[in-house]
C-alpha cells in the first residue's frame, strides 16, 4: 500500500458532563489520532483507550508508547499489501489491542479510500442505515436518571443501557419500568462489579424484562457468567471478557453468555471484528457495537462496522452532541430519522476531519516517515 508516513496527533477533548461507571468517572476523552498516509490519501483512526487503565489494561500513555516504539516503525520498514496483513503482522506481540486496532483501522480507512469505496463496503457491511441506543452513567440520582431516559426516548433511541453497580442497580430498573412502562428496549452494563456471591440479587434483575446484562462478573472471567447464565432468564452480554475471536468461541463453546459486544479496539482491529462478527453469526449469537465515549472518528469506525449483517442489536454509536459540544469531524454524527444513523456514502470513513477544532486540542503529535526509517 506504500504507506510513506503516519503522524499521531494527541487531543485532549472535554465531556459535555462527565460519565460514571462502576469503575470510574471520565470528565474529557484524551485521544490519539492515528494518521496514515500514502500517495494522496491519508487514513484515520483514534485510539479508544481511556485515560486511566479502569476498563482494561491499556492507558493513552500505553498506546502512544506501542505506536511509536513497535508499531510505526515495524509498519513502515515492512509494509504490507492489504489492511489484514496488519493484525497478522501483529500477532507476536501479546495484547495492546487498542494500540494495535489504532494502526490497523486507519490503515482500512486509508484501503477503502485509495479503493474509492465506502469503509462499510470494504469490510463487508450490507446496511445503509444502523438503528442505534445510548449508554447512561450512574447518576447522582433516580429523579436525574428518569430525566436523561426521558430525553434519550424523544430523541428516538432504540436501546437505553443503563449503568449499574452494588447499590445502585434494582432501583433504577424499577424507576425506568415504572415511570416508562415494560417495553421501552432497556439493558443493564455492571462493568465487572459484582461476584457469583451476588447471584440472588442479580437474578432478581430478571423480572424487568431486561434486553440483557452486560459484563455483570470479573472483567477476565467466563467460567463464573457460564455459572450465572444458567440461573438467569436475562441473556448476558460479554463486554471486557472478549479480547479475540479465540476468546467468543470459548464463551460461546461453554454457554457463558448469549449476545457480544464487539468493541474494535478492544479486540485488536476490523480484522479481528469481522471474524468475531462471522463467528458469532455461525452460532446463532447476536451481536452490537459498543462504545468508548469516542470522537467522531471512533464513532465514524463504529457506523462502518455496525452495518455488518449480525449487528442485530442497536449498538452505543450515539449522535456526537451526546457527549461533545464540537466534535472533530465534519458533518457530525447526527441522527437521520429517531433512532437511526444513515451510513456515510462517500469513500472511506465518509466524513472531513474538523482541523481547527484539533489544533486548538493538541497537546502532543510526532511524525515518522520511511525515509528515516531507512536511513
Ligand atoms: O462498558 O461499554 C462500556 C464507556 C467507557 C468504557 C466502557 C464502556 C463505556 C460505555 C459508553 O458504556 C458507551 C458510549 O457511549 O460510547
Ligand atoms: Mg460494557
Not at 446496511?127 to 441506543?133: A, D, Q
Not at 459498543?290 to 449480525?310: D, F, V, W, Y
Request: charged share 25%.
Amino acid at each position: 500500500m506504500d504507506i510513506t508516513q503516519i503522524d499521531l496527533q494527541r487531543i485532549k477533548i472535554p465531556l459535555k458532563s462527565s460519565f460514571a461507571t462502576s469503575f470510574g468517572k471520565v470528565t474529557e476523552k484524551d485521544i490519539i489520532i492515528v494518521k496514515v498516509i500514502s500517495g494522496d490519501h491519508t487514513g484515520y483512526a483514534e485510539s479508544v483507550a481511556m485515560p486511566y487503565p479502569i476498563y482494561n489494561e491499556e492507558t493513552t500513555g500505553t498506546v502512544w508508547h506501542m505506536l511509536e516504539t513497535f508499531l510505526i516503525p515495524q509498519l513502515l520498514e515492512k509494509g504490507i499489501q492489504v489492511p489484514e496483513d496488519v493484525s497478522e503482522m501483529f500477532s507476536y506481540i501479546r495484547r495492546n489491542n487498542m494500540a494495535k486496532a489504532a494502526l490497523e483501522m486507519a490503515v482500512w480507512d486509508l484501503y477503502s479510500k485509495k479503493n474509492g469505496q465506502t469503509l462499510s463496503a470494504a469490510l463487508g457491511g450490507k446496511r445503509k442505515e444502523i438503528e442505534v441506543g445510548v449508554s447512561i452513567g450512574i447518576e447522582d440520582s433516580i429523579e436525574t436518571l428518569l430525566a436523561k431516559v426521558e430525553g434519550f426516548l424523544e430523541d428516538g433511541y432504540r436501546k437505553i443501557k443503563v449503568k449499574i453497580k452494588p447499590g445502585w442497580d434494582i432501583k433504577p430498573m424499577e424507576a425506568i419500568r415504572k415511570r416508562f412502562g415494560d417495553t421501552i428496549p432497556l439493558m443493564a452494563d455492571a462493568n465487572s462489579a459484582y461476584t457469583l456471591k451476588d447471584k440472588e440479587l442479580l437474578k432478581e434483575l430478571d423480572q424487568f424484562n431486561l434486553i440483557m446484562v452486560e459484563q455483570p462478573l470479573a472483567h477476565d472471567d467466563i467460567i463464573d457468567h457460564a455459572k450465572l447464565q444458567v440461573e438467569m432468564k436475562t441473556p448476558i452480554c460479554l463486554d471486557e471478557s472478549i479480547h479475540s475471536v479465540e476468546d467468543a468461541r470459548k464463551a460461546i463453546e461453554i454457554e457463558a453468555c448469549k449476545i457480544i459486544n464487539i468493541k474494535v479496539g478492544r479486540v485488536g482491529g476490523l480484522t479481528e471484528a469481522i471474524k468475531m462478527h462471522d463467528l458469532c453469526e455461525k452460532h446463532n449469537i447476536p451481536v452490537w457495537c459498543g462504545g468508548m465515549l469516542e470522537a467522531g472518528i471512533g464513532r465514524a469506525h463504529n457506523i462502518a462496522i455496525a452495518s455488518l449483517g449480525n449487528f442485530t442489536i442497536p449498538g452505543d454509536t450515539s449522535a456526537s452532541s451526546r457527549y461533545f459540544h464540537e466534535d472533530i469531524i465534519l458533518p457530525e454524527v447526527t441522527l437521520s430519522k429517531p433512532g437511526i444513523i444513515t451510513v456515510p456514502d462517500t469513500p472511506g470513513i465518509g466524513f472531513d476531519i474538523n482541523n481547527n477544532l484539533i489544533k486548538k486540542l493538541i497537546v502532543n503529535e510526532a511524525s515518522f516517515k520511511r525515509e528515516s526509517v531507512f536511513r
